[in-house]
C-alpha cells in the first residue's frame, strides 16, 4: 500500500497542472473580441447575375420539390436536402437513381449563399451549377436538362411562374434560369437564431457553463476554429481530416498533395440535426467526432497540418458536444408548395 501515496500525490500534480494550464489558455482569451467574430450578418447575399426577387424564390422552391425533375418521377432536389433532417439526409450515403447507394454522404445546404465552392470535393463554383449537377447526373436524379426543360414547358401552371420570375425574356424556361431560380430560393435556407447567438448578443443565461467553456475550448486547445470558423462555422475550404477512406475528393479536381482526402468543412450550424457524420457518413455521433479529432485519424503526406493529438480529457469533450448543441436553432416550420399542374 505505501507505493500508492507517490503516485497519487503525482496524479494530483498532474490534475492540477492541466487545471493551471486551461486556467492560462482562458487568461489568453479576449472573450468579446472572439465573440464578435462570431455574429450573424444581417443580410444574405445575392451575385449581381442572379439577383433576388421574391418571384424567383416562389419558382426555385416550386422546383426544389418537384419530383418530375427526376428521371423517375418520384425523386426531387429536396429528397436528398430534407428540411425534417436540417437541410440533410439520415443516410450514411446518398441514395440515387434506381435505388444506387452513392459513394458519399448528401450534404445540407443550409446556409450555402456564404459560399464559393460546393459540393464535397468543391467541383462546382457556382450555387446554380450546384443547383443543376444532380439533376442530370446519372447517379442521382438522371434526368437530362433538356428533357427538363420539355417537361416543365408542358407544365402550363410553370409558364407563368418563369415569366414572373424571369420578366421580359422570349422564352424564360430554360436550363438555365432553372438553376437561376433553384440557387435563389437554395440562398433563403438559413439557419435561425440558436441560443449561441443570444449568447453572443449578451444573454449570458442563453447557454451553460459547460458549453461556455466549450466555446473557450473550440478556439483554443481543440483547435476547432482553425477550420470551423465565422457565424456559419466554416472557413468554406478543403481539409484531409484523416478519415480512413480511398476517395481522394477535392485531390481528384485539384493537383495539390494537401488535396488529396481533402472534404469540404462542414459548417456546424444545426450539426446535432444531421448525424451520421463525415461525407462518408462513418462517424454516428457528435462525441465520436470530438474523439475522431482527438486522436483517431489516418495519418499520411496528405493529412492537414491542423489535424494533430489533442489530449483532451473526458470533461473537455462534454463541453465541446455541449457548445455544438448550442448551434442549433428552432426554425419555423417548411411548408411544402403546391405544385404546378
Known amino acids: 500500500m505505501t507505493f500508492m501515496k507517490p503516485i497519487g500525490a503525482f496524479v494530483l500534480a498532474v490534475s492540477l497542472c492541466f487545471a493551471a494550464t486551461a486556467a492560462e489558455e482562458a487568461k489568453k482569451i479576449d472573450l468579446p473580441k472572439l465573440k464578435a467574430q462570431y455574429k450573424r450578418p444581417k443580410d444574405i447575399p445575392h451575385p449581381k447575375e442572379n439577383p433576388y426577387s421574391q418571384a424567383k424564390a ?11 425533375l427526376s428521371r423517375s418521377g418520384v425523386m426531387s432536389c429536396a429528397t436528398c436536402h430534407n428540411p425534417s433532417f436540417s437541410w440533410g439526409e439520415w443516410h450514411e450515403k446518398g441514395v440515387g437513381d434506381f435505388h444506387k447507394v452513392l459513394g458519399r454522404k448528401d450534404p445540407t445546404v443550409l446556409n450555402l449563399a456564404w459560399d464559393e465552392l460546393y459540393f464535397w470535393d468543391g467541383r462546382a463554383d457556382s450555387l446554380e451549377a450546384q443547383a443543376l449537377g ?34 421580359g425574356e422570349k422564352e424564360p424556361i430554360t436550363k438555365e434560369n432553372i438553376g437561376k431560380a433553384i440557387a435563389t430560393f437554395e440562398r ?4 435561425g437564431e440558436a441560443p449561441f447567438d443570444r449568447w453572443i448578443k449578451g444573454d449570458e443565461k442563453a447557454i451553460s457553463a459547460e458549453a461556455k467553456q466549450g466555446f473557450e475550448l473550440f478556439n483554443t486547445k481543440a483547435k476547432c476554429a482553425s477550420c470551423h470558423s465565422s457565424w456559419r462555422f466554416s472557413d468554406g475550404s478543403f481539409h484531409d481530416i484523416g478519415l480512413p477512406s480511398k476517395d481522394v475528393g477535392r485531390g481528384a479536381h485539384l493537383d495539390l498533395a494537401k488535396m488529396k482526402h481533402a472534404f469540404k468543412t462542414v ?10 457524420y463525415m461525407h462518408d457518413g462513418s462517424v454516428k455521433t457528435l462525441e465520436e467526432v470530438v474523439d475522431h479529432y482527438d486522436k483517431g485519424f489516418v495519418k499520411r503526406p496528405s493529412l492537414s497540418d491542423i489535424i494533430t493529438p489533442l489530449g483532451l480529457t473526458p470533461e473537455e469533450k462534454k463541453s465541446l458536444v455541449a457548445f455544438m448543441k448550442t448551434l442549433t436553432s428552432v426554425d419555423a416550420p417548411v411548408t411544402l408548395p403546391i405544385l404546378p399542374q
Open 134 to 167: 444532380p439533376i442530370e447526373a446519372e447517379g442521382e436524379m438522371n434526368m437530362k436538362l433538356d428533357s427538363a426543360v420539355g417537361i416543365l414547358k408542358s407544365i402550363k401552371g410553370y409558364r407563368p411562374l418563369f415569366e414572373a420570375a424571369f420578366p
Open 267 to 276: 459548417g456546424l450550424r444545426n450539426i446535432d440535426q444531421r448525424a451520421p
Open 58 to 68: 416562389t419558382l426555385g422552391k416550386a422546383l426544389f420539390f418537384d419530383p418530375r
Open 188 to 191: 433563403t435556407i438559413v439557419s
